[in-house]
């Protein structure tokens, strides 16, 4: 007789030898790490620098260059879908969640700019965010969608060198940086060197120099 049980998914199997290996739950992955991006199941006061807390973080306070007024982020919320994933389907909508989030403008004593006169607090609406469904995936505009993992190139300088078919060795230097565009510097078979910022249109290295402060050769 079959070895017969019923999984989580109540499928039934009809192997003869039972499974001594459990099987893994190959959508962790994906919704582990969209939930380490918003982080809703930790306190608002108690999240940490990563995610869509880590950007928010990053980007404020903002403030006018006189100092008068200064924007202070809080914390962010989330609401309820309008939608379950299948209603996004059948109407060719996204499948999303409101983000809020919560403000406060300060605005600084004339005599003493590092002295608050006022602070208004306002919850604001930002616009909406898709939301993953218990299947790992987005529905996008009604077609479901799903985010495959890719490697990721780690920062730093890397040197790299080629041989031409003429025989003319040629260079090349990466800089990765940990956030922001790539800067690769090459060399032709005229000895010329060239800069590339995010794999686009070569220039010479001469503009990038220039562009930089040094105005003259002699620099």
Known sequence: MGYVHKNKSDRVSFSKIPSLVEMPDFLSLQKDSFERFLQLDTLEDERGHMGLEGVFQDVFPLEDSHRNYILEYNNYFLGLPKYSPDECIDRGVT?????????????????????????????????????????????????????????????????????????????????????????????????????????????????????LGFSTNKD
Do not use: C
């Open 95 to 211: 499948y999303s969640v409101p983000l809020k989030v919560r403000l406060t403008l300060n605005i600084t004593d004339e005599e003493n700019k590092n002295e608050f006169a006022q602070s208004i607090q306002q919850d604001v609406y930002f616009g909406n965010i898709p939301a993953m469904t218990e299947k790992g995936t987005f529905v996008i505009n009604g077609a479901e969608r799903v985010i495959v993992s890719q490697l990721h190139r780690s920062p730093g300088v890397f040197f790299d060198d080629a041989i031409h078919p003429n025989g003319a060795k040629l260079f090349q230097a990466r800089i990765i940086p940990f956030r922001g565009s790539w800067l690769d510097f090459t060399t032709d078979i005229n000895d010329a060197m060239f800069a590339i910022i995010d794999r686009r249109r070569k220039f010479p290295v001469t503009m990038l120099l220039r562009a």
